[in-house]
């Protein structure tokens, strides 16, 4: 097993002049899936949205340290930023469809990126609406327009259309925040399968979906990495006491 990313030292302080994460250092598993979670604030989105450059967008007053992504440091202002979110996909917690066919939302990204063959866009359609967990259900309506599904639906789509790219690492951001429990569970489902393949970073919308979903879980507080291990110890037997007081609802 060896880690897909690697973060070395990283800060960064918004606009603002929060400081939103303090000297991060961790590595993230291949084929696995590492929680990121802890209270409102501790800077959880401000790391995923280091990993794919988003941040880019935001006005920053202040970063340091390195991101390496299979021993390449993407903050490097030579870092080809459309090629690294193809390979680090990204799902944010409302899911957005564009207004076109269940399909085109699967192929559009595939288009734009020149590939016309119906053959190729239909196995890629087909794939990763499986591995979206939500082949099933919409296999005979991929005409019909998206945003005639339910949330849950929505959400699994959005997966979906992220996974036709194939990146390597994808990125959730509360993935499941507006889903009923049963959309909740498919969505969780379709993480298992998909740690076969890729590198999952999961930002849980509950302490519980953490410890259901995490082989690794790293815990934040206002900008801090506290504690980070494996996801079986630091739910049922965390080392620090800030940890233990979140996992037991005593605060946050
Ligand atoms: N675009 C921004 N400009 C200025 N400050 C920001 C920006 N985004 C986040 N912050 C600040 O950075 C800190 C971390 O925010 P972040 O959104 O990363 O936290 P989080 O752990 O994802 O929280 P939540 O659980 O509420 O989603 C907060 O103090 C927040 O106010
Ligand atoms: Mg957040």
Redesign the pocket.
């Known amino acids: 097993m060896t880690d897909k990313i690697v973060i070395e030292a990283l800060s960064l302080t918004?606009?603002?002049g929060?400081e939103?994460l303090r000297n991060i250092s961790m590595g993230v598993r291949e084929n696995a899936v590492t929680v990121l979670f802890?209270?409102?604030?501790?800077?959880?989105?401000?790391l995923l949205r280091c990993l794919n450059r988003l941040n880019d967008l935001?006005e920053i007053r202040a970063s340091a340290g390195r991101i390496l992504i299979d021993g390449e440091n993407i903050l490097d202002p030579k870092t080809d930023v459309i090629a690294l979110r193809r390979k680090v996909g990204m799902v944010f917690a409302r899911p957005v469809v564009l207004p076109m066919s269940i399909r085109q939302n699967l192929t559009y990204g595939l288009e734009l990126a020149g590939e016309k063959r119906k053959s190729r866009l239909d196995e890629a359609v087909e794939r990763s609406l499986k591995l979206a967990a939500i082949w099933d259900e919409i296999k005979d309506r991929l005409d019909d327009p998206a945003i005639a599904l339910s949330g849950g639906q929505q959400q699994r789509v959005c997966l979906a259309r992220v996974l036709a790219l194939q990146p390597e690492i994808i990125l959730l951001d509360?993935p499941t925040s507006g889903l009923d429990p049963i959309s909740t569970g498919k969505v969780e489902a379709a993480l298992l399968e998909l740690k076969k393949e890729y590198t999952v970073i999961l930002?849980p919308h509950s302490v519980q979906q953490a410890a259901r979903a995490a082989d690794f879980a790293a815990f934040?507080l206002q900008?801090e990495l506290v504690e980070y291990g494996e996801g079986k110890s630091i739910f049922t037997m965390p080392k620090e006491k800030r940890t233990e007081d979140y996992v037991t609802g005593r605060f946050g």
Request: no cysteine.
């Open positions: 918004y606009s603002d929060v939103s802890g209270p409102a604030g501790g800077g959880k989105s401000t935001t509360e930002v934040f900008g």
